[in-house]
């Protein structure tokens, strides 16, 4: 992108802008600046972390899968073509089979372009780094494979 690109929407984007910048000052939803800026690189990447929303709960997250599902058949619908690609954590503790499994569903449904996969590690400090339920090291290889 250039140092300054002109949108549709008489807003100027500088190298290091937030799109969530752009759309409190403007009103315009991040779907629609892409949708109508062909300078706009047609990826667009949602950092998931888990498909279970049992497991986005235990990580404190404020959204669900069928929020993601939503979001992506937006976007997908306002943009053809774009892809779409999210990281994704293995084995948090507490994670099961079914739990993976559940991710690796909503993986599928979404249709990401690409799914970059982390395993867990434990950060000192966290509540995470606490939590029961350690998912052991072959188990998280074997997932991860």
Avoid: W
């Amino acid at each position: 992108m250039s140092e300054h690109t002109n949108c549709a929407y008489e807003y100027t984007v500088r190298r290091g802008d937030s799109f969530y910048l752009i759309a409190q000052k403007t009103g315009i939803t991040l779907r629609e600046l892409i949708a109508a800026n062909p300078k706009v690189c047609r990826f667009l990447h949602l950092s998931m972390q888990h498909g279970a929303d049992r497991i986005l709960k235990l990580m404190n997250r404020r959204y669900d899968a069928a929020g993601f599902v939503d979001f992506a058949g937006k976007i997908k619908t306002l943009v053809p073509g774009i892809h779409l690609g999210t990281d994704f954590i293995v084995g948090f503790p507490g994670e099961t089979e079914a739990d993976f499994a559940e991710a690796l569903q909503v993986g599928k449904q979404i249709g990401f372009a690409n799914i970059h996969c982390f395993a867990y590690s434990p950060r000192p400090g966290t509540a995470a780094a606490e939590m029961p339920g350690r998912v052991h090291p072959d188990a998280v290889k074997e997932r991860m494979s």
